[in-house]
């Protein structure tokens, strides 16, 4: 065993080893989280967002397209998150249109129901 | 060559270690996705209908923990936290909404119900009304006749040769005026009809006298002009024999046709 250390040997491992830590690497081109956030926008547009969630449709829309210009320039980490969240924001603008749309069903049967009761009442009297 | 390449990784993962234990393990993102999961992880409406989006939100919310715990970038760590919370409301929706389909499927049964109720209510005040008109009919002593209902004004109701109702006469055109004050809808058409004794013109003069008399009854009870007509027929369709004296007092009558709901007669 020899007493000491190799220096280049020891830079090169902690600098690569440096270089792991800090970040992973800019990684593939987010293809297929592109895709998954444009359908899930396409879906929630299909459960009327537009309409009952405008607000955090647009939010999911914005990201899609910063996510795109982010993309151009190879940017792709910060772009796959980006893209993930657009996701799951439209996901969630989908899901509370429907829960909307729903709510608004109940009310409008139940206004129905009200109608049919007061006309049975003023027959009966 | 070994030891230093062994002495190199030791330093790499002593600087690991290091950045490990400086980092706090608190995050507010952090808390708070797991705190949107914590409400909603024993909902039963969630569990039946948002599964796959709490599992989502739960896997999530570990690896946002563990990459908190690891020293990771802390946009990576509030980026997973904020998937793992739009996956818990996500799911909270999903449950919610399921719970309304159900209202709505319970509430649509209720007012299936109260539809039927009421068109057994209709269909029950239909058949009521239809007895009530037939027990008015029956009471009028109208028959039933290929030309609707008709109420026969006997001769003797007459004062003899003269046109003037008797009171008995005058009862019955009241009954008939009680009707129609009713049935606001029916019309009435008034006949005069004489037997062939004496001169035809004065049968004719006679038998449109007699029912203009029930028109002016009729009237005097309320019944306003436009919903009664009038005609005489004299010696015309006779409905009895005129060579017996029984017969030719069946032939001296008045006949009220009364009309239908909406208000047509069908004359002679």
Partial sequence: MKPHL?????LTTLALATLMTACAGPGPKPDSELQSAESAIKQAEAS???QFQPVLLNEAMNKVADARALIDEEQY???RRLLEQAEVDAQLAGARSETEKAQRAVAEINNNIENLRQQLNSNQQ | MNSTLSIGFALGLSVLMVGCASTPQQNASVDEARSAY???EQDPNVARSGSA??????LELDRAQALLEDGADINQVEH???LAQRHAEIALQQGKRADLEEEISSVEERRKQLMLQMKSNEANEARMEAEALRAEMAALKAEQTERGMVLTLGDVLFDL????????GKRSVERLADFMKQYQERRVLIEGYTDSTGAAEYNQKLSERRAVSVQQELMDQGIPGSR???EGYGEAYPVATNDTSAGRQQNRRVEIVISDESGSISTR
């Fill in chain 1, 77 to 79: 980490t910060q772009a």
């Fill in chain 2, 228 to 230: 009664i007509e009038v």
């Fill in chain 2, 161 to 168: 040769n003269k046109a003037d109702l008797k009171d008995a």
């Fill in chain 2, 53 to 58: 989006q709490l599992r989502q939100a739960k």
């Fill in chain 1, 48 to 50: 009327d967002a537009r």
């Fill in chain 1, 6 to 10: 190799s220096l280049p040997r020891t």
């Fill in chain 2, 38 to 40: 914590m409400a909603i």
């Fill in chain 2, 80 to 82: 997973v936290a904020y």
